[in-house]
């Protein structure tokens, strides 16, 4: 995959071999938009307008723009994934399995209890928040599934979610049992992609 795409969004996909590199043109074309800097942020109205609306070609449109802001009191992180998950379901236009939620609640789970890692990956970054006593986490990820209508189309995912939790730190040991306060801004747009989709900003460096 692209070193962009690698570096500022984590990666979660259900395609097919033939639809690979046009998912990887995707995920470079978001990448674009990655607001560098500590902390890195995704730039979601320069994505939709310059991006995704600038955009002249018939093989990568926008479906639908979907924001859910999920706030829970003394919470697991399992609970506060498997709310995160729900979500992402709703917006997605497939019927996933029960392996893939299964499957993607366990990435996601994976994420949110190694964040530094996350950090390091470059697709996590840690802003203050606004309280002292709180941690703010975006952590930005790429949900790719294939359409079954159309063995040459796919549905893509691009996701942000800004965490605020009251653990501090958010240093090993946390754990899915780990209790917390927690709010959750999710924003997701689902883009319908055809294969052979090619980032019209390649080499053009961050937006």
Known sequence: MSSEALVYFDQFSKLPPNLVRTAQEVNSFAAHFVKLGDPKSFEWQKFLTEGINEYNGDDLVMDKFQSNTINQQDVTVEIMVD????????????VLSEQDIAALTKHIEATFTDLKTAKDNGWA???KSSSSQSSSWEYRLQLAFPNPDLPDSFYILV??????TDIQ?????VTSSTRANFSATIDAVQLIVMEGFRDPRKGAGPA
């Open 159 to 164: 996701t942000t979610v800004k965490l605020e």
């Open 125 to 127: 970054d840690f802003t």
């Open 169 to 173: 730190s958010w240093v090993p040991p």
């Open 83 to 94: 709310k995160m998950v729900a979500f992402l379901k709703y917006v997605l236009s497939v």
